[in-house]
């Protein structure tokens, strides 16, 4: 069992009978009162996100979840389609709502951990960070500025990246799939 003191990004919990994932959690305390564990939980099965408050003394079952090596096919009208690494065969989808922002990163062929939950894949894990090819890039015009200035880019997934001047189309970078954040180029 989990308490409240013990969420924090990337805990999965159960709520309710269904699995969520801590996304941020903040302790706060009023004057002479309990502390308050203020949390944003995504549900693994919809892909809501919801803010929820927990008391000190609240306990959680902690989410059994185990995870299958999966290949990212390909993705048709807003719909993520999968098979299993060492079967292709076995075949899933999942939803765009369901991948978040994670979606922008995925490329065909891409190995992804699947998460599943009472035998149903809910979900799948990312890489934290993966290297991706700049397929559209403006050039890059300093002017005066006194600290390095960024563009946006277009990534070969379609996604869109801020980055320093210096990247060029056909550039190779290392992007954090969490953040969406330029991480380096790579050589």
Do not use: C
Not at 135 to 164: C, F, H, N, R, Y
């Amino acid at each position: 069992m989990l308490t409240a003191g013990d969420l924090r990004k990337g805990v999965r919990i159960i709520i309710d009978g269904e699995p969520y994932e801590v996304l941020d959690s903040n302790p706060m305390k009023k004057a002479q009162r309990r502390v308050v564990i203020q949390t944003k939980l995504k549900n693994l099965l919809t892909g809501n996100a919801l803010e929820r408050n927990f008391h000190q003394g609240e306990a959680f079952e902690e989410a059994e979840l185990t995870k299958l090596s999966s290949k990212f096919l390909y993705n048709h009208r807003g719909t993520y389609f999968f098979s299993e690494e060492k079967n292709p065969s076995k075949r899933f989808e999942l939803s765009e709502a369901l991948l978040g922002t994670q979606a922008n990163f995925l490329k065909p062929n891409k190995i992804v951990d699947a998460i599943i939950f009472n035998e149903k894949v809910v979900s799948v894990s990312l890489p934290i960070k993966t290297s991706l090819k700049v397929t559209e890039a403006p050039p890059g015009v300093k002017g005066d500025s006194a600290q390095g200035g960024t563009k946006i880019v277009t990534l070969e997934t379609g996604a869109q990246v801020s980055v320093p001047l210096f990247v060029e189309e056909g550039d190779v970078i290392e992007v954090n799939t969490e953040t969406g954040e330029y991480t380096r180029r790579v050589e």
